[in-house]
């Protein structure tokens, strides 16, 4: 295609589908590499038809000896074109190693961190990045390679955001041919013939061997990723709407009815899940796939009534017919002992009070406490937390009975269990709070100890 018919095409599909309004300001992510140096000179070319102001930013990934050459090549150019120019340095293997993920992750998270900063800073509407039909198509091989739903087919969006990607039509020879047409110079990489990068593999190894089935597979693959966007645009409104039906959010967590979960399509299920995971993934730098969906759905469809699975900045906590997600819960509190020497009042480590007073006639028992005879139960007592292996001598029953088994029949959840203490004497006399032995029962008219649990914030302590 000869240049100046390019440049038509170029301009028609922008005011076709809207993906630049005439007078924006656009940020462009200009590498030097022949991809972004295209979009530069198709933008610049377009320009004045659509009144846009263009602004380019080049980020140093300090990843190779001639990284220095690559800034001074973009400032030349720029300068040539006049348009502004916007650098900066990261290391991004230092950064790999402080989020301790690859270099390529590292890559990506220090380019849209720094050209969105460059956008707010400048004013610009949008960030044109040159990422061209051979990309996409490597980029749905590698969301299939590491396992990927059928969102994760939509690849690369023309707009995600500020981020814009004008180019997504036009092949590699295309604006290879262009730049060629117009005499423009551009830099190479020599990283991208490396094979120790995935994507590189998946470039020079994978698509090659591809091609020899499917000499047009890049529009394939191409094609197959427009028609998948379309499906998920649909979805995103089907899973909007589930999610203000059936999610209750209170701050950092949300919560669902598992029952409800079950009683939707699994299609429906494995959206709705991404969609409520995807936040949390965001904010530990992560992203969400196949698997991690199907983790989690493993976890509802399991017979065990209560469990947890950790997924990527997120603890998956399902309780009997609740399931609920969170950040990452903090260390579980260390076990604890408290001596209780005679009636008063004791702060508990895990929060809360008891109070201990004496009662000379028992009239039987009261709701705020428990009762204890006190001529046949004598100081100290201990208070603790619950130990694995504990027993409670329920009223009426020979033996005793397993603490972790009673508290499973009572639907108490985890981590209430984790939470709760017991007060002993010899052996288990109560489970704060919660359920009394069958131990030192007052007889009527009988002198007596009555122990309360005051609550963590309650208005009853002093």
Same mark, same amino acid.
């Given at each position: 295609m000869a240049p100046s018919r390019l440049v038509d095409n170029f301009l028609q599909q922008l005011q076709a589908d809207g993906l630049i309004r005439p007078s924006e300001r656009i940020l462009i992510a200009l590498s030097g590499g022949s991809d972004s140096v295209a979009l530069l000179y198709l933008l610049r070319a377009v320009a004045p038809s659509l009144q846009l102001r263009l602004i380019a930013a080049h980020l140093d990934h300090a990843m190779r000896p001639q990284s220095g050459d690559d800034v001074a090549f973009v400032r030349s150019l720029c300068d040539q074109l006049n348009i502004p120019l916007l650098c900066e340095r990261v290391d991004v293997p230092a950064l790999a190693v402080a989020k301790k993920v690859g270099l390529e992750e590292a890559g990506r998270l220090a380019r849209q961190t720094f050209l969105s900063t460059v956008a707010e800073q400048s004013g610009c509407t949008a960030i044109a990045l040159g990422h061209h039909r051979g990309d996409q198509a490597e980029t749905l091989l590698h969301h299939l390679g590491r396992g990927c739903g059928l969102h994760g087919l939509a690849g690369m969006r023309r707009r995600r955001g500020l981020f814009i990607r004008p180019l997504l039509s036009y092949s590699k020879a295309e604006l290879l041919d262009y730049l060629a047409g117009i005499g423009a110079e551009f830099v190479v990489d020599a990283s991208n013939a490396e094979l120790n990068f995935t994507r590189n593999r998946i470039r020079h190894q994978l698509l090659p061997c591809f091609a020899t089935l499917n000499p047009r597979i890049e529009e394939t693959l191409s094609s197959l990723a427009d028609l998948a966007a379309q499906e998920d645009d649909y979805w995103q409104g089907e899973t909007k709407r589930l999610a203000a039906l059936l999610v209750q959010s209170n701050g950092a967590a949300v919560h669902l009815s598992v029952t409800e979960l079950l009683l939707l399509h699994p299609a429906q299920r494995y959206r709705l899940l991404h969609h409520l995971l995807t936040p949390f993934a965001q904010q530990a730098a992560k992203e969400v796939s196949r698997r991690h969906v199907a983790t989690l759905d493993g976890l509802l469809l399991s017979r065990a009534p209560q469990g947890?699975?950790?997924?990527?900045?997120?603890?998956?906590?399902?309780?009997?017919?609740?399931?609920?997600?969170?950040?990452?819960?903090? &260390?579980? $509190?260390? +076990? /604890?002992?408290?001596?209780?020497?005679? =009636? %008063?009042?004791?702060?508990?480590?895990? *929060?809360? !009070?008891?109070?201990?007073?004496?009662?000379?006639?028992?009239?039987?028992?009261?709701?705020?406490?428990?009762?204890?005879?006190?001529? &046949?139960? $004598?100081? +100290? /007592?201990?208070?603790?937390?619950?130990? =694995? %292996?504990?027993?409670?001598?329920?009223? *009426?029953? !020979?033996?005793?009975?397993?603490?972790?088994?009673?508290?499973m029949e009572q639907k108490i959840p985890l981590e209430e269990r984790r939470r709760l203490c017991v007060l002993e004497k010899g052996e288990i006399l109560w489970v704060v709070g919660l359920r009394r032995s069958g131990l030192y029962l007052p007889a009527a008219r009988q002198s007596f100890w009555r122990v309360v649990y005051i609550p963590p914030n309650s208005a009853k302590i002093p």
């Amino acid at each position: 295609m000869a240049p100046s018919r390019l440049v038509d095409n170029f301009l028609q599909q922008l005011q076709a589908d809207g993906l630049i309004r005439p007078s924006e300001r656009i940020l462009i992510a200009l590498s030097g590499g022949s991809d972004s140096v295209a979009l530069l000179y198709l933008l610049r070319a377009v320009a004045p038809s659509l009144q846009l102001r263009l602004i380019a930013a080049h980020l140093d990934h300090a990843m190779r000896p001639q990284s220095g050459d690559d800034v001074a090549f973009v400032r030349s150019l720029c300068d040539q074109l006049n348009i502004p120019l916007l650098c900066e340095r990261v290391d991004v293997p230092a950064l790999a190693v402080a989020k301790k993920v690859g270099l390529e992750e590292a890559g990506r998270l220090a380019r849209q961190t720094f050209l969105s900063t460059v956008a707010e800073q400048s004013g610009c509407t949008a960030i044109a990045l040159g990422h061209h039909r051979g990309d996409q198509a490597e980029t749905l091989l590698h969301h299939l390679g590491r396992g990927c739903g059928l969102h994760g087919l939509a690849g690369m969006r023309r707009r995600r955001g500020l981020f814009i990607r004008p180019l997504l039509s036009y092949s590699k020879a295309e604006l290879l041919d262009y730049l060629a047409g117009i005499g423009a110079e551009f830099v190479v990489d020599a990283s991208n013939a490396e094979l120790n990068f995935t994507r590189n593999r998946i470039r020079h190894q994978l698509l090659p061997c591809f091609a020899t089935l499917n000499p047009r597979i890049e529009e394939t693959l191409s094609s197959l990723a427009d028609l998948a966007a379309q499906e998920d645009d649909y979805w995103q409104g089907e899973t909007k709407r589930l999610a203000a039906l059936l999610v209750q959010s209170n701050g950092a967590a949300v919560h669902l009815s598992v029952t409800e979960l079950l009683l939707l399509h699994p299609a429906q299920r494995y959206r709705l899940l991404h969609h409520l995971l995807t936040p949390f993934a965001q904010q530990a730098a992560k992203e969400v796939s196949r698997r991690h969906v199907a983790t989690l759905d493993g976890l509802l469809l399991s017979r065990a009534p209560q469990g947890e699975v950790h997924l990527p900045g997120v603890k998956a906590i399902r309780r009997y017919d609740q399931l609920s997600l969170s950040l990452p819960s903090l &260390a579980p $509190v260390a +076990p /604890w002992r408290l001596e209780i020497s005679g =009636p %008063g009042l004791y702060s508990l480590p895990s *929060g809360g !009070a008891l109070r201990i007073e004496f009662g000379v006639v028992w009239e039987g028992a009261s709701a705020d406490g428990v009762e204890f005879a006190a001529d &046949a139960l $004598v100081f +100290p /007592w201990i208070v603790r937390t619950v130990q =694995p %292996g504990d027993r409670l001598r329920l009223a *009426g029953m !020979a033996g005793r009975k397993r603490l972790k088994e009673l508290l499973m029949e009572q639907k108490i959840p985890l981590e209430e269990r984790r939470r709760l203490c017991v007060l002993e004497k010899g052996e288990i006399l109560w489970v704060v709070g919660l359920r009394r032995s069958g131990l030192y029962l007052p007889a009527a008219r009988q002198s007596f100890w009555r122990v309360v649990y005051i609550p963590p914030n309650s208005a009853k302590i002093p």
